[in-house]
């Protein structure tokens, strides 16, 4: 059995919907797409990737096959659903709550290093899987460099606008 990395449904329209999943591969991983129409199973398309995608958001190349390939679709269901595709439906969801967690520092921490510490760690432990990466020279950075770059991705974070 596969293992399920990261899922998530798109609602094109009240007829069309999608479910996309991803799934680790002995190469990499894929991403999975199965078209509902009216509720009802209609196909399924999959993309594999080695490294990592170039989408704009996660299952959009997956997104676009499944409903460039589909016999059930008219050709304005095809063209409204290109449409749909090509709007961002990034998640921004656990941002907020991640800069939010990150922020608590200034009540529990006392010095500059133990609240830039802090934050770091929240960041990491929200972030990490969606790209952070955190400089190599990190660690040789004076603390208020260190207090200035997080606080900015903290700003970041609270102004992504969550759908």
């Not at 959009?60 to 595709?85: D, I, M, P």
Request: with cysteine.
């Amino acid at each position: 059995m596969k293992k399920v990395m990261d899922k998530k449904s798109f609602k094109v329209n009240d007829k069309i919907s999608v479910n996309a999943w991803s799934e680790r591969t002995r190469s990499g991983f894929r991403h999975i797409a199965d078209l509902f129409v009216d509720g009802e199973f209609k196909e399924s398309a999959k993309v594999c990737y080695q490294n990592r995608t170039w989408e704009s958001y996660k299952f959009q190349t997956v997104l676009k096959k499944v409903l460039a390939k589909s016999k059930n679709l008219s050709t304005e269901e095809k063209e409204l659903g290109f449409e749909y595709a090509n709007q961002n439906h990034s998640d921004f969801s656990n941002f907020k709550t991640v800069s939010t967690i990150a922020k608590m520092s200034e009540v529990f921490c006392q010095t500059p290093k133990e609240k830039n510490d802090w934050k770091l760690r929240m960041l990491k432990a929200g972030l990490e899987s969606k790209g952070l990466d955190i400089p190599k020279d990190w660690d040789t950075l004076d603390e208020e460099t260190k207090q200035e770059r997080l606080n900015g991705l903290i700003k970041i974070l609270d102004e992504k606008k969550v759908k």
